[in-house]
T-cell receptor, first 114, second 113 residues
Framework: DAGVIQSPRHEVTEMGQEVTLRCKPISGHDYLFWYRQTMMRGLELLIYFNNNVPIDDSGMPEDRFSAKMPNASFSTLKIQPSEPRDSAVYFC????????????FGQGTRLTVV | DQQVKQNSPSLSVQEGRISILNCDYTNSMFDYFLWYKKYPAEGPTFLISISSIKDKNEDGRFTVFLNKSAKHLSLHIVPSQPGDSAVYFCAARVNQGAQKLVFGQGTRLTINP
């Protein structure tokens, strides 16, 4: 298995532009998570899905952020409009239901908003 | 509200010595704890875990200790090797049904030759 695949790896955009981050989870995993890494808060959970349904989006910072999972093999995180403070590394992770299972992470998307 | 805290942003250890990374948590409902390791420009990778019903789990050079009464978790690496230099994240799961992991801020470990 190729693991969790994220694209793009790097994104540089101007303030006010729409940004879309993409994720393909590991096949067979029924949970998908979006995290944001910052120096102050480490890995923050933004939103997660179970069987393509959003379960908890309490970590989404503002209405400018939205996430979708149209099918079991694809998810997007969109920021519209983007702001410089959104600059961070965004990770997607997936896991499967089980008593003691870990989440597998993608390589992340480094977003820079100028 | 930071439910999982790693109070040491960085740690420097001599090669061959023991590295001890610490983590504190506030939510008594956490039932499963994990450590992840992260190299630059890569995603975090799973290292070792422990269930709340245990107090120790060992895997080679890595041992995780859980003190539930103190709400404290630690990762011991012995002996430390240069390849262990990375950022280490502590994580906790609220309950089995949710599968939601809450992470700490991370500790940057540097192993000096």
């Amino acid at each position: 298995d190729a693991g969790v695949i994220q694209s793009p790896r790097h994104e540089v955009t101007e303030m006010g532009q729409e940004v879309t981050l993409r994720c393909k989870p590991i096949s067979g995993h029924d949970y998908l998570f979006w995290y944001r890494q910052t120096m102050m808060r480490g890995l923050e959970l933004l939103i997660y899905f179970n069987n393509n349904v959003p379960i908890d989006d309490s970590g989404m910072p503002e209405d400018r952020f939205s996430a979708k999972m149209p099918n079991a093999s694809f998810s997007t995180l969109k920021i519209q409009p983007s702001e410089p403070r959104d600059s961070a590394v965004y990770f997607c992770a997936s896991s499967f239901t089980g008593p003691n299972t870990e989440a597998f992470f993608g390589q992340g998307t480094r977003l820079t908003v100028v | 509200d930071q439910q999982v805290k790693q109070n040491s942003p960085s740690l420097s250890v001599q090669e061959g010595r023991i590295s001890i990374l610490n983590c504190d948590y506030t939510n008594s409902m956490f039932d499963y704890f994990l450590w992840y390791k992260k190299y630059p420009a890569e995603g975090p990778t799973f290292l070792i875990s422990i269930s709340s019903i245990k107090d120790k789990n060992e895997d080679g050079r890595f041992t995780v200790f859980l003190n539930k009464s103190a709400k404290h978790l630690s990762l011991h690496i012995v002996p430390s090797q240069p390849g262990d230099s990375a950022v280490y994240f502590c994580a906790a799961r609220v309950n089995q049904g949710a599968q939601k992991l809450v992470f700490g801020q991370g500790t940057r470990l540097t192993i000096n030759p």
